[in-house]
T-cell receptor, first 115, second 113 residues
Framework: EPEVTQTPSHQVTQMGQEVILRCVPISNHLYFYWYRQILGQKVEFLVSFYNNEISEKSEIFDDQFSVERPDGSNFTLKIRSTKLEDSAMYFC?????????????FGPGTRLTVT | AQSVTQLGSHVSVSEGALVLLRCNYSSSVPPYLFWYVQYPNQGLQLLLKYTSAATLVKGINGFEAEFKKSETSFHLTKPSAHMSDAAEYFCAVNNNYGQNFVFGPGTRLSVLP
């Protein structure tokens, strides 16, 4: 069964450093998302992406964040200068269509630890 | 604006007992509702979804949920808990105007032998 994959599974970085989290969505999906989950808190939407453009973004997704689809398979989230409060689990998701009734398929997540 | 509440951050049941995980939503338009499960160190897996067809929705692993508009609820149930059901369960809502999900805070289910 096709699945969303994410690398790395765990990333440790120092405050102020740049990190890139990578995702490979399901191959025939066209809509891509990033969510984050701070430890012990709920899953929060960051950004959605379609046709090489951001479709929606939340208040969390400020200028420190960017997304890119550098090739036909990868979808990346970059945090330009990490802060302690960026420590969280980051989930990538993809869906066939943006229609709200379509489920989103989630990857296993990347745990980001900022020290 | 949409929101989701899940009553009970932690629910414990005995193996073989009924599982009931509560979800209430707030949405200005008819919602689409989803239940996801997260096993330790894994991503979110879809259990079931309501998309305005039947109000009683059956999902994987014996779970089902009933959409009750009058109560703005979408509670998740399973008649008989199994040890393998121990996980975190998230209710999520979406509507026709947004692509992203709004998740509830989650309920951790423990199953006792």
């Amino acid at each position: 069964e096709p699945e969303v994959t994410q690398t790395p599974s765990h990333q440790v970085t120092q405050m102020g450093q740049e990190v890139i989290l990578r995702c490979v969505p399901i191959s025939n999906h066209l809509y891509f998302y990033w969510y984050r989950q701070i430890l012990g808190q709920k899953v929060e939407f960051l950004v959605s992406f379609y046709n090489n453009e951001i479709s929606e973004k939340s208040e969390i997704f400020d200028d420190q964040f960017s997304v890119e689809r550098p090739d036909g398979s990868n979808f990346t989230l970059k945090i330009r200068s990490t802060k302690l409060e960026d420590s969280a689990m980051y989930f990538c998701a993809s869906s066939e269509a943006p229609v709200s009734s379509y489920e989103q398929y989630f990857g296993p997540g990347t745990r980001l630890t900022v020290t | 604006a949409q929101s989701v509440t899940q009553l009970g951050s932690h629910v414990s049941v005995s193996e073989g007992a009924l599982v009931l995980l509560r979800c209430n939503y707030s949405s200005s338009v008819p919602p689409y509702l989803f239940w996801y499960v997260q096993y330790p160190n894994q991503g979110l897996q879809l259990l079931l979804k309501y998309t305005s067809a039947a109000t009683l929705v059956k999902g994987i692993n014996g779970f089902e949920a009933e959409f009750k508009k009058s109560e703005t609820s979408f509670h998740l149930t399973k008649p008989s808990a199994h040890m393998s059901d121990a996980a975190e369960y998230f209710c999520a809502v979406n509507n026709n105007y947004g692509q992203n999900f709004v998740f509830g805070p989650g309920t951790r289910l423990s199953v006792l032998p």
